[in-house]
Protein backbone atom coordinates (compact mmCIF):
# COMPACT_ATOMS: atom_id res chain seq x y z
CA UNK A 1 0.00 0.00 0.00
CA UNK A 2 1.03 3.29 -0.62
CA UNK A 3 1.86 6.03 1.90
CA UNK A 4 -1.40 7.57 1.37
CA UNK A 5 -3.32 4.34 1.68
CA UNK A 6 -2.37 3.88 4.75
CA UNK A 7 -3.34 7.08 6.28
CA UNK A 8 -7.16 6.63 5.16
CA UNK A 9 -7.12 3.31 5.99
CA UNK A 10 -5.84 4.15 9.42
CA UNK A 11 -8.18 7.34 9.33
CA UNK A 12 -11.44 4.84 8.54
CA UNK A 13 -10.54 2.90 11.30
CA UNK A 14 -10.13 5.47 14.15
CA UNK A 15 -13.34 6.80 12.91
CA UNK A 16 -14.90 2.93 12.70
CA UNK A 17 -13.37 2.35 16.09
CA UNK A 18 -15.04 5.88 17.59
CA UNK A 19 -18.10 5.44 16.17
CA UNK A 20 -18.40 1.58 17.87
CA UNK A 21 -17.75 3.01 21.32
CA UNK A 22 -20.42 5.88 21.03
CA UNK A 23 -23.22 2.79 19.63
CA UNK A 24 -21.89 0.78 22.84
CA UNK A 25 -22.23 4.00 25.33
CA UNK A 26 -25.91 4.72 23.64
CA UNK A 27 -26.80 1.79 23.79
CA UNK A 28 -25.81 1.14 27.37
CA UNK A 29 -27.45 4.71 28.63
CA UNK A 30 -31.19 3.93 26.41
CA UNK A 31 -31.13 0.00 28.16
CA UNK A 32 -29.25 0.43 31.65
CA UNK A 33 -32.70 1.91 32.93
CA UNK A 34 -35.10 -0.73 31.12
CA UNK A 35 -33.73 -4.38 30.38
CA UNK A 36 -31.19 -4.39 33.01
CA UNK A 37 -33.30 -2.82 36.05
CA UNK A 38 -36.17 -5.21 35.38
CA UNK A 39 -33.84 -8.09 35.49
CA UNK A 40 -32.32 -7.13 38.83
CA UNK A 41 -35.20 -6.33 40.56
CA UNK A 42 -36.38 -9.79 39.67
CA UNK A 43 -38.79 -9.63 37.54
CA UNK A 44 -37.85 -13.16 35.26
CA UNK A 45 -37.41 -14.58 39.25
CA UNK A 46 -40.26 -16.99 38.85
CA UNK A 47 -41.82 -15.33 41.97
CA UNK A 48 -44.95 -14.31 39.77
CA UNK A 49 -46.98 -17.96 40.87
CA UNK A 50 -46.23 -19.31 37.21
CA UNK A 51 -43.23 -20.95 38.04
CA UNK A 52 -41.01 -18.30 35.38
CA UNK A 53 -43.36 -18.85 33.10
CA UNK A 54 -45.94 -16.29 31.83
CA UNK A 55 -49.17 -17.41 30.18
CA UNK A 56 -50.73 -20.42 30.15
CA UNK A 57 -46.98 -22.52 30.12
CA UNK A 58 -45.82 -24.45 27.52
CA UNK A 59 -48.09 -27.16 27.61
CA UNK A 60 -50.95 -25.36 27.01
CA UNK A 61 -49.70 -23.19 24.17
CA UNK A 62 -48.81 -26.72 22.40
CA UNK A 63 -52.35 -28.30 22.83
CA UNK A 64 -53.67 -23.95 21.55
CA UNK A 65 -51.25 -24.62 18.41
CA UNK A 66 -52.16 -28.15 17.96
CA UNK A 67 -55.81 -26.89 18.24
CA UNK A 68 -55.74 -24.05 15.86
CA UNK A 69 -53.89 -26.54 13.01
CA UNK A 70 -56.70 -28.50 12.91
CA UNK A 71 -59.24 -25.80 12.69
CA UNK A 72 -60.58 -25.53 16.08
CA UNK A 73 -61.17 -21.98 17.80
CA UNK A 74 -59.14 -20.59 20.86
Given at each position: MTEAAKKVAEQAEHRLDNLAEDVRQRFD??????FADQV??????????????????????RTDQHRRERGGSR
Open positions: RITKGRKSGRFSGQDGQGGRGGHGAGQA
